[in-house]
């Protein structure tokens, strides 16, 4: 008698019943990775400038600049570390892809770091930057204390 070798099909209507399960397990998932990634990635960007210029600020004993690209609050069409005094680029950060919005809460265009590292722009206690994507989705918010260090608040409810 002749056996062949192969599978039945129970068995392959049994195997794609089990991947699509897990596949619609899974996918919404991995879009939740995508996008905290990507918001990741955004909030680093934003972190990175802000440290580039305290120690650019420290480093040429001059008063340094984070400008945003529009001039006012949205921040998402890119911003620029400067010198203050001359306006001397230090580096461009580019608009940032993507369907969210980054904004400075009170309006902020600019932060400006002095010779010594500090925050010399004026906000009601700390300065804020909001990251978000979705209404009510977590975002991401950062703070920026009177002495320049940033935080990042990773489980900010989005309003």
Known sequence: MNRQN???LVELLITLA?????????IPSFNDLIRNNRMTGQVNQVVSALALARSEAVKRGASIDVVSASGGANWKNGWTVEVSVGGEDIRVFEAQAGNHTLVADGGQG????DSQGFLSTNCAG???????????????QLSIAP???VSVNGSYACP
């Open 6 to 8: 192969g599978f039945t």
């Open 110 to 113: 600019t932060f400006s770091y």
């Open 126 to 140: 700390n300065c804020t930057i909001t990251l978000c994507e979705t209404s009510g989705e977590p975002g991401r």
């Open 147 to 149: 002495s320049g260090h």
């Open 18 to 26: 089990i991947v699509s399960i897990v596949l619609t397990v899974g």
